[in-house]
């Protein structure tokens, strides 16, 4: 089974804080994407990675960044914690190809509070 | 993006079939439609996803209408583990990468 770990399952910080959240895939998926879950406003993708050291913004990637130096691991880093920035964080993964159909494995999810 | 529409909830009685509907009515003609599921506290699970025929596989079958504009997710016997929000996403391509949007699904709660 694919599977896709974050670090941690809580995790709270203080505002200003550098925070780095990390997700881990051990099927040698190309794609690694970062969403972020709100109440009443369902997923919404933050960034995405389709190979080693690259990454494509997704549809809120203000006040976050992404590193990606090997294919495994793909970290979100909240450079400046803020307390909208309080959610709960998944990572998934996937298969790569233009016309795939593959779908997305997803982790368990980091519930941060900014306090 | 191809946006999909969903009835915010739904109540199934446990046993008999639950019929999600979804409508995606500006879906490409290579875009594929996706279901997932989302059990409370845990990451979305992938159910089923189909191109223009109807598929099924052991959690589900999946009905899309020959235009394509609209599918229905079918749990045939539901049970009370299968309450959740379920959210029909189409696949969308940016780049080198595809990419699901996801909305605010629909949140089934099976009952005894």
């Known amino acids: 089974d694919v599977k896709v770990t974050q670090s941690s399952r809580y995790l709270v910080k203080r505002t200003g804080e550098k925070v780095f959240l990390e997700c881990v895939q051990d099927?040698?998926?190309?794609?690694m994407f970062w969403y972020r879950q709100d109440p009443g406003l369902g997923l919404r993708l933050i960034y995405f990675?389709?190979?080693?050291?690259?990454?494509e913004k997704g549809d809120i990637p203000e006040g976050y960044s992404v590193s990606r130096e090997k294919k495994e691991r793909f970290s979100l880093i909240l450079e400046s914690a803020s307390t909208n920035q309080t959610s709960m964080y998944l990572c998934?993964?996937?298969?790569?190809?233009?016309?795939?159909?593959?779908?997305?494995?997803f982790g368990s999810g980091t519930r941060l509070t900014v306090v | 993006d191809a946006k999909t529409t969903q009835p915010p909830s739904m109540d199934c009685a446990e046993g008999r079939a639950a019929n999600l509907p979804c409508n995606h009515s500006?879906?490409?003609?290579?875009?594929?439609v996706y279901w997932y599921r989302q059990i409370h506290s845990q990451g979305p699970q992938y159910i089923i996803h189909?191109?223009?025929n109807n598929e099924t596989n052991e959690m589900a079958s999946l009905i899309i209408t020959e235009d394509r504009k609209s599918s229905t997710l079918i749990l045939p016997h539901a049970t009370l583990r299968d309450t959740a929000v379920y959210y029909c996403?189409?696949?969308?391509?940016?780049?080198?990468?595809?990419?699901?949007?996801f909305g605010t699904g629909t949140r089934l709660q099976v009952t005894l």
């Open positions: 998934a993964s996937s298969l790569w190809g233009r016309h795939d159909n593959y779908g997305y494995t």
């Open positions: 099927m040698d998926h190309e794609n």
């Open positions: 990675s389709y190979d080693v050291k690259m990454k």
């Open positions: 500006t879906i490409s003609g290579n875009e594929y």
């Open positions: 189909g191109l223009k």
């Open positions: 996403i189409v696949r969308s391509y940016t780049g080198t990468a595809s990419k699901l949007t």
